[in-house]
């Protein structure tokens, strides 16, 4: 079967094609990648908000855990509890998605606009 194009036709594919390239940019520029941010909560007490578009180390605690924030993602990277759970886990970086440390009391949750694919009793 053969289809064919007239000239209008080809420019609307062409032009069709150029919205979806520049509006998948803009996604990227502006918030791509679940841009957010991380708080930080020790004993239920806030202790800091830091944006995971911003790549950066942070003590927690008195330097009991240090939370790495790189590439739109936290990641606690380093412990004095025995357990090392927290360690252990996975970067986080979309809304819902935590970390916590519970012999430090160390909470750090993600605040952000892409969800989670994992539900509440998942996740």
């Given at each position: 079967m053969k289809i064919n194009l007239q000239k209008k036709d080809k420019m609307l594919i062409v032009i069709i094609a150029c919205v979806a390239a520049l509006a998948a940019a803009a996604h990227l520029v502006i918030g791509g990648g679940g841009a957010g941010r991380v708080i930080v909560k020790v004993d239920g007490e806030l202790k800091g908000t830091y944006s995971l578009a911003e790549d950066q180390e942070i003590e927690i605690n008195g330097g009991t855990n240090v939370l790495q924030?790189?590439?739109?993602?936290?990641?606690?990277?380093?412990?004095?509890?025995?357990?090392?759970?927290?360690?252990?886990?996975?970067?986080?970086?979309?809304?819902?998605?935590?970390?916590?440390?519970?012999?430090?009391?160390?909470?750090?949750?993600?605040?952000?606009?892409?969800?989670?694919?994992?539900?509440?009793?998942?996740n």
């Open positions: 924030i790189k590439n739109g993602e936290a990641d606690m990277i380093q412990a004095d509890c025995p357990d090392q759970l927290c360690v252990n886990q996975r970067a986080v970086s979309l809304r819902g998605e935590s970390i916590i440390c519970l012999p430090n009391k160390v909470v750090v949750q993600v605040e952000s606009a892409e969800s989670s694919e994992l539900d509440a009793v998942t």
